[in-house]
């Protein structure tokens, strides 16, 4: 079977991205250190820019990043117990047996799942764990700002969205998941942000990229001035929260 190619959505937009990208709760790399019988090493693939390699950073002793992106890479905050490394997800090239922890964060849906779940099984030690998880839309619990961001979502640059998306909108449970799974907290993202911090991360959607390159055009010009009597002074920071949908387990 032939691997699935790279996908690269994100390279051109690298600094955006580690710019706009939201940061996850330290609740959730708490937890994750509860999983694995040892905190020696963490392996989180398909890193971006290193948002939650820098989060394992503060449980795990040592975290090798990966990411098919160097861009990506590139753009990455340096860590002392980070290690950044290019390599695509089904070939990581780490030893086998060697990883405490896998991860994946908002990445699995762009992945060959299957010939990555076979590498992230060959790398685990024993008692070592695998944890994905995913978010989609935020909520700013006030409902005409809401309303205006999904249709965005849908209509403006829905058609763009790439198929994998739905397993983003369907939490990773349209996914296999060939591990014993096991139960997980509920934890979300939290952020207070401008408007220009929304547009910002708005800007990162590959849909939104894919909109740019087919129409010409970048769709947030007329997005912009629907969101700003919505939002007020756009310089005043709005609560905004994510839901993680978060899966684990360990090797059957």
Known sequence: ????????????????????????????????????????????????????????????????????????????????????????????????????????????????????????????????AVAIWTYGLPSFDDAPLDQALARFYSDAVGPFWAPERRHVEAGYRTLPFPFAEVATPAFEIRADWTLDALLGYVGTWSATARFREARGYNPLETFAPELLPLWGNRADARPLRWALSVRAGHLR
């Open 1 to 128: 079977m032939t691997p699935k190619a790279f996908a690269d959505h994100f390279s051109a937009l690298a600094p955006e991205y580690a710019a706009w990208r939201p940061h996850y709760p330290e609740a959730l790399f708490k937890w994750l250190g509860t999983l694995a019988a040892r905190r020696a090493l963490a392996w989180d693939s398909g890193t971006g820019n290193g948002q939650a390699a820098l989060g394992l950073a503060g449980v795990f002793d040592q975290v090798i990043a990966t990411d098919a992106s160097a861009a990506q890479l590139s753009a990455a905050a340096p860590h002392p117990r980070v290690e950044y490394r290019q390599a695509l997800a089904e070939a990581s090239g780490l030893d086998t047996g060697s990883v405490d922890l896998v991860t994946v964060a908002q990445a699995l849906h762009w992945f060959d799942v299957p010939a990555f779940f076979a590498e992230a099984g060959r790398v685990l030690a024993p008692g070592g």
